[in-house]
């Protein structure tokens, strides 16, 4: 295989896990400048060491990287996209570390946003004070299935063969695809940063499901997720939170696409129920489940993904019950109330709009009284 | 063994199951005239063929009926106690088909209650026109653990060491017990019969729990029900459930016990917790979890357990919000609303009272206005 060419655009990854090492080894073995960014000295320490990351899977090869750091402010200077690649209820923290660092001209790419990511970015950053002219923009999923063999290591087991992303706002998300296609061709534009956030399906496949498997997770043995933890009535429960899902997209205008499709369309997923789609699908057979219950499955994907998504049906009436249902559940199990620290209006920066009033913040970025 | 002496008082059993077939056969042996009503004509052609009901197990003979009988007039002609065993959700159906043929004197006993089952007998009969004086009375649970192997022919697996009872009004519970206590010596009295009520554990055990397995429920594994089923996150939520149960009888002023002690009493369960309590207790390694979802442990022990338990708390502040999500959950993964056809304060007869009208009405029987 050539060497491909060195590219220009220099890309700050800000994550040092599975996605973060995947997305920093692919643009390094794709040819682009790449920095990664983690919190943990170890991490950044052992990447040094090593000069990149090897890379294993399905893209395979060495992925130089020019650095990595634990100082935020080396980490971004000269990027021309910051890509955070991290849990999303760590992008709070992000945002306020990102904000008195970022310059003009700027892309910061949430990838993905979960449920909100971008708008929440946005919220932080002003709240910050931050006055850099930056293009925020989201991914509705992560592009690539990755693990991590050790830092330094990592398998990519799959890559998307399509992802939509949108920019807030969203009459610029093509200047952002045109510097992401540079790496990413199969990333395509959505309506806008609340099409992204709606058609994050881990809300719809995680948290239900995991409740509903409460005993199968505290069960000691190995258990397939999809395979044996969408039961017909599991299966069943998930298609009725993504049918409230889509009730609350509709709200905004939004025709989002029910899950089956996506699965039919990301994995040739055969069937006529949830149950059946993955049962018929050779690749979850491999993807295991949790073993304990307070996992990013509930930590992550009720406060940042069900909360915000009962916040917007709030504000046209949707029926959210079963989202609800689930969001105290979890906390019961948990031992938390979940609605504390999450996504809800006012930390997404639209408490107070009107349906309209947030579609035109979402094209234009800007807020005009009623 | 001799031949017990014959007694006197006599006894309809309402119900052919499990239950009705273990009192009607245990009362048979015990020398009591009995009688048993059914609905289904081949199960009291096959009784009355066979002059009684085989028991095996924990007792053992044959039980004597006098008769069986799909005719209500004909099985309460002449009965002193009239013992309802019987699913609580036909408890209505029951009610309206008994009111028409009670006469004055007669005791009419609701073995169990399940929770109100007492106060709904006595407003259906009121509904109906039913001016007959009969004393009404329930039971916290069904004093046997029985398991029907074919019409006629019972296994009774144990009997419970003591089982609280009580009348509406609670006044006469004394006379209540004085003649279960001619077969059932250790039936003692409760406070009133929202304490019977109350202390309906299936209501803690059986929904919320049930609702964590589901995953297990279809798994299509044999597993046993409280061994698999109570892991620890799923006993500390029943555990919750049950502290809700506790908080809903303290606006009462009963000082209900905890499950715990109840486990403790009733198996001599040890653990601190729940789920070491039923893992320590080789009794409950018998009992095989369901392999469908939609079985009395959400079509009963919901709208005629948690149901009213969240209406009672209601009056009084009592914090419910684990119940109220359990009975939500139940009615999605059922497809059905269970609080529907449920027992609410209006089927209670409790509709519109203060708590302490309430306590009254449970003491003496009468309402009286505020």
Request: proline share 4%; aromatic share 6%.
């Amino acid at each position: 295989m050539d060497q491909p060419k060195p590219k220009k655009t220099c890309w700050a990854v800000i994550g040092g896990g599975n996605g973060g090492h995947a997305t920093a080894g692919h643009l390094g073995i794709m040819g682009f400048p790449v920095r990664l960014y983690d919190i943990v000295e170890e991490t950044v320490d052992k990447l040094n060491e090593q000069g990149g990351i090897e890379v294993e899977g399905h893209v395979k090869g060495f992925g130089k990287l020019e650095f990595a750091t634990t100082d935020i402010k080396k980490a971004l200077d000269g990027a021309d996209i910051v890509m955070v690649v991290a849990p999303a209820i760590a992008h709070k923290a992000i945002a306020k570390t990102l904000a008195g660092s970022l310059s003009d001209g700027q892309i910061l790419f949430i990838h993905p946003g979960a449920t909100g990511g971008a708008l929440e970015f946005k919220k932080v950053l002003e709240d910050e004070g931050c006055r850099a002219d930056v293009l925020i923009g989201e991914a509705m999923s992560l592009i690539y299935a990755a693990r991590l063999a050790e830092t330094g290591r990592v398998r990519i087991l799959g890559m998307k063969g399509e992802l939509m992303v949108a920019a807030i706002p969203s009459n610029k998300t093509d200047s952002l695809l045109e510097k992401l296609n540079e790496a990413y061709p199969m990333m395509h534009p959505g309506k806008n940063v609340l099409q992204t956030s709606l058609e994050n399906l881990n809300a719809v496949v995680h948290p239900g499901p995991s409740i509903l498997n409460t005993s199968m997770i505290e069960s000691g043995r190995d258990w397939k997720y999809y395979w044996d933890g969408l039961t017909p009535t599991i299966g069943d429960f998930a298609e009725q939170i993504d049918r409230e899902r889509l009730s609350v997209g509709k709200i905004f205008g939004l025709g989002l696409k029910p899950i089956l499709e996506w699965y039919v369309l990301e994995y040739s997923a055969d069937g006529k129920t949830l149950t059946e789609a993955v049962r018929n699908t050779k690749a979850y057979g491999s993807i295991k489940g949790p073993e304990r219950v307070d996992t990013r499955f509930l930590l992550e994907d009720i406060p940042m993904g069900l909360l915000p998504m009962v916040e917007l049906g709030k504000l046209g009436g949707a029926d959210t019950e079963r989202m609800e249902a689930v969001i105290a559940m979890g906390g019961f199990l948990l031992g938390k109330d979940l609605k504390i620290g999450g996504r809800n209006l006012e930390r997404l920066g639209l408490d107070g709009m009107s349906v309209e009033e947030i579609n035109l913040y979402l094209e234009t970025g800007k807020k005009q009284k009623a």
